[in-house]
């Protein structure tokens, strides 16, 4: 190894945070040696490779800068922490589906896990950093186990919550809004925070970087996507009313988007959120105001989830009624697979949850997706029904009853709708669940066009 690395980074968990966040803290600090380790081999395999296991724009380049320079993927897990200064841990924290909190609360295993194997193969101490999204006071856990061997060695514990957004990866992370740091505030605390202050600080603007206690570090996290998907949930709702009202949820997003103190982003109505940070972490967080006993608290939070559920059915329910009540042997095409456009990943993506009740009317799906169609592939293995998966949007949509476009995928705003009507099958139906087609030109082609919180455009 270079002797004159100026510190060893390590990071447990190469997935989809683990992975970017290492590739561009190696990408801009080359005088730090950055390994990223995972326990499942063959996502290593691919790290090393030219296929990388995750879709982001951008990070082939960041990681190929620094791979083999230094930064290094592998699976020697015990090796990456005895050689390491610091160690980012970002091993993946799901919904607990057994037990107490199962559906709710968050699975612990592999964060436990990991603290214990950090604990036995360190011979010095270390700054832990904690990556994954965790209930608050983990990493009181996290010090406890790290000091139940009462070897002389100290872990310090801080909390760097990772807000980047799938598909926007790359962005996010070298300019970030702010970078966030929670620390204990005792000398050996403030110490840890500021090593990992001068790391950021190699490309992140001081003031962007802020500092405070541990637990409002780690709720911090939490709240944010709490926010973030109340904001989707909260349009969603209206988009409904909408539909009722003949009034139009764009002109409403934008007409309230202008006010400042609401602002623009994040009000565009949807089928539905997905990914794998948002229903989780609102669980999360409803499970911790059940525990201290906030029921109100609770309840408040949890209808955010709810309101999506509700989005999702209410779509269904839509195409169902909108093809005369039946879908039976009717061939469907969905346009987009993945939770989000720029990105391949579906968790939680609620394509899954559409496929599943469309095949349950005993649809014929033909799925289409620019990055998603292996997860897709993955996901919808064991369900049974009439089900194919072909890129090419225009020879998914040849012989179909309907079109639902279920990603804002940019390339499906651009397509050849006339080419795809004259293939389809008559009356041709379009649901769009991103509201990212142009809606009016579709109309006057031949479709029945059903945005959301908008006036279907039909004609009959
Ligand atoms: C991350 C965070 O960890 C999660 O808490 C947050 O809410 C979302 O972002 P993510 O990177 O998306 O999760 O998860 P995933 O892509 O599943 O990556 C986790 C990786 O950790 C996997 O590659 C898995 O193999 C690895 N892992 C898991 C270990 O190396 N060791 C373990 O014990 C468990
Ligand atoms: C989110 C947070 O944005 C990020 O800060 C955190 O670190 C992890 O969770 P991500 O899940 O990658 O990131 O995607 P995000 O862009 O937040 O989108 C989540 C879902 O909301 C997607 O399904 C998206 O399509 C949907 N969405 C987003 C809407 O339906 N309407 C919107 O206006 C915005």
């Known amino acids: ?111 436990e896990k990991t603290a214990r194997q950090i604990l036995e193969c360190s011979r010095s101490p270390k700054i832990i950093v904690e990556k994954s999204t965790l209930p608050v006071k983990t990493a009181l856990a996290m010090e406890r186990i790290l000091s139940s061997a009462n070897n002389g060695i100290h872990f310090e514990v801080l909390s760097n919550p990772e807000f980047l957004a799938e598909g926007t990866a790359v962005k996010d992370l070298e300019n970030p809004d702010r970078v966030l740091i929670g620390s204990s505030q005792t000398p050996s605390g403030l110490k840890a925070r500021d090593e990992l202050v001068e790391i950021y600080s190699n490309w992140v603007p001081k003031d962007q970087i802020i500092t405070s206690n541990i637990w409002s570090s780690e709720l911090s996290k939490l709240v944010a996507n709490a926010f973030l998907a109340q904001r989707i949930s909260s349009i969603n709702a209206i988009s409904d009313l909408c ?44 499970y911790l105001c059940r525990n201290y006993g906030l029921t109100e608290v609770a309840d408040y939070w949890e209808s955010v989830v709810r309101i999506n559920e509700y ?9 169902l009624k909108a093809m005369f009540n039946t879908l039976a042997d009717k061939k469907i095409c969905l346009l987009g697979f993945a939770f989000k456009a720029d990105t391949g990943d579906t968790r939680e993506t609620p394509a899954l949850y559409i496929a599943e009740k469309l095949l349950e009317e005993n649809a014929k799906l033909v799925i289409s997706d620019p ?23 225009y020879e998914a949509a040849g012989g179909c009853h309907a079109i639902a476009v279920l990603t804002e995928w940019a390339l499906y705003a651009e397509l050849d709708y006339q080419r795809i009507y004259t293939s389809m099958e008559k009356p041709a139906f379009l649901f769009d669940g991103r509201n990212i087609i ?16 908008k006036p279907a455009l039909k004609h009959f």
């Open 1 to 111: 190894m270079n002797p004159s690395f100026k510190k060893k980074i390590l990071c447990i968990g190469a997935g989809y945070v683990g992975g970017p966040t290492m590739a561009m803290i190696a990408h801009k600090c080359p005088q730090y040696k950055v390994t990223v380790v995972d326990i499942n081999p063959d996502r290593i395999n691919e790290w090393n490779s030219e296929n990388l296991p995750i879709y982001e724009p951008g990070l082939y380049e960041i990681v190929q800068s620094a791979r083999g320079k230094n930064l290094f993927f592998h699976t020697d897990v015990e090796k990456g922490i005895r050689e390491s200064d610091i160690i980012f841990v970002s091993v993946n924290t799901p919904t607990k589906t057994f037990g107490v909190g199962a559906g709710m609360a968050a699975d612990l295993q592999y964060w």
């Open 243 to 286: 539909e009722k009202t003949d009034a139009d949820v764009s002109e409403v997003a934008h007409a309230i988007g202008m006010d400042a103190r609401i602002g623009n982003r994040f009000l565009n109505a949807s089928v539905g959120f997905g990914g794998s940070c948002f229903k989780k972490d609102i669980l999360n967080l409803v």
């Open 311 to 319: 989005q999702k059915k209410r779509f269904i329910l839509n195409m």
């Open 371 to 393: 990055k998603a169609l292996k997860n897709a592939r993955k996901d919808l293995k064991g369900v049974s029904g009439d089900i194919s998966y072909i890129e090419d949007p």
């Open 438 to 453: 142009p809606h009016q030109k579709l109309y006057e082609i031949g479709f029945n066009v059903y945005p959301i919180g």
